[in-house]
């Protein structure tokens, strides 16, 4: 049965990634069985970023024929003077490790740049990667809706990546998923297990996030009433709102990736829990050292 809603993340390939990450990074060996399992199962989109260790080398190592690639630019140098040249040459190079000649997407890691004083020519450099065909759409990864505004004023976008899920729904209350919807801009959500905060037993959450031990404690009742897993019904949540074109799921191993597919094929339910935070310092990863 095809997943066409689930975009593989590949943080994990090319480096540790994850609160809930385990097992480390995930051999080459190993990324090989995982994207012969996605093809065979109709995934066709892979997610990366120049800045996710050796992940797009590994990619580019094991073969990505079909896939479509979305990858994300670094942050430009505050004292770039020519920055299409800057952003042109990270991207052939991007092109070079991963070993096809174009990429689907381009977003931008640090979309506040487009206002800023280099604004202008980020945005220029951007149009003529798309007008050249080494990118098929630009786009922006978001930490917070707010971040939308600016964006678009600055710049025409194809895709836009932000995080959604049970505690975190900015994308939805704040009216953008259904805005972008309307606009044709495509929508691909990331962190739909929190980092993996989600998927921890109650007990092994970390002692710095029992600030909101009430969302936890809820969750987990939730979760024993409904007698489902924490995996199925934090994907389920996503796969309730049309206007999401893609979930963006990270795996540190095969097995955990035939979990995640399994999990997606089940029934999506009609109620959900109340445990939506609005606290940038939890549903924002970055903070998180701070804590």
């Known amino acids: 049965m095809s997943t066409p809603m689930i975009a593989l993340g590949t943080a994990q390939f090319g480096m540790n990634y994850g609160i809930a990450n385990q097992s ?40 990505v024929a079909g896939f479509k690639i979305i990858t994300k630019l670094s942050a430009v140098p505050d004292d770039a003077t020519d920055v ?11 092109l070079q490790r991963l070993r096809v000649p174009a990429v689907r997407g381009l977003l931008l ?28 759409q630009l786009g922006v990864s978001i930490y917070s809706p707010a971040e939308l505004g600016s964006v678009l004023q600055a710049c025409s976008i194809d895709l836009v990546q932000a995080p959604f899920s049970l505690v975190d729904r900015r994308l939805h209350t704040s009216g953008w998923l259904q805005k972008l919807h309307d606009a044709g801009v495509e929508v691909h959500v990331r962190s739909a297990f929190l980092q993996g905060l989600l998927l921890m037993p109650r007990a092994g959450i970390p002692g710095k996030f029992e600030p909101w031990a009430a969302t936890w404690d809820a969750w987990h009742a939730w979760l024993a009433r409904h007698d489902v897993s924490a995996v199925q019904a ?33 029934d999506t339910l009609a109620d959900w829990p109340a445990i939506g935070v609005d606290d940038e310092t939890l549903v924002n990863p970055s903070k998180w050292n701070g804590l």
């Open 24 to 63: 480390g990074q995930v051999p080459s060996d190993e990324v090989v069985r995982i994207l012969a399992l996605a093809r065979s199962e109709g995934i066709d989109t892979l997610d990366t970023a120049m800045d996710y260790g050796n992940s797009e080398t590994c990619l580019g190592e094991c073969g």
């Open 84 to 94: 299409e040249g800057w952003v042109r040459g990270k991207v052939q190079a991007c």
């Open 109 to 136: 890691h640090r979309p506040h740049q487009l206002s800023g004083p280099q604004g202008p020519q980020l945005a220029r450099a951007l149009q003529g990667l798309k007008a050249d065909g080494l990118v098929e």
């Open 234 to 266: 934090c994907l389920g949540f996503v796969r309730s709102f049309a206007q999401v074109h893609r979930i963006v799921a990270g795996v540190d191993s095969l097995g955990q990736f035939q979990q995640l597919l399994s999990s997606t094929q089940a």
